[in-house]
């Protein structure tokens, strides 16, 4: 069974940044596409970033296009998702995925409040 297992998350405030990552086991790391969503308090998870196997194509959601940064390790079998400039509306629990899979993580709580 995979396993996706995030880290990283905690309470920051308005404009610090945070690197979450996402370490998988019993993946074919290297050959998969990861991403990253996020579920508000009532809402459906959505989607925030994805990257691609090498050669790591990038794509953001337009609310964190600019202030995030997706990359990966394939050695290490870990996705990060750095966030910058940190809103209070980025508050969420922060999930990795494998793409086209019912594989997930935990999730790891993000709290930006002043």
């Known amino acids: 069974q995979v396993q996706l297992v995030e880290s990283g998350g905690g309470f920051v405030h308005p404009g610090d940044s945070l690197t979450l990552s996402c370490v998988a086991s019993r993946l074919y790391f290297k050959g998969s596409e990861m991403r990253w969503y996020r579920q508000f308090p009532g809402k459906p998870r959505e989607l925030v970033a994805t990257?691609?196997?090498?050669?790591?194509?990038?794509t953001y959601e337009d609310s964190v296009k600019g202030r995030s940064y997706i990359y990966r390790d394939d050695a290490e079998s870990t996705v990060y998702l750095q966030l910058k400039n940190l809103r209070p509306e980025d508050t969420a629990v922060y999930y990795c995925n494998v793409a086209n899979t019912n594989f997930w993580g935990q999730g790891t709580q993000v709290s930006v409040f002043s």
């Open positions: 990257i691609s196997k090498r050669p790591s194509i990038r």
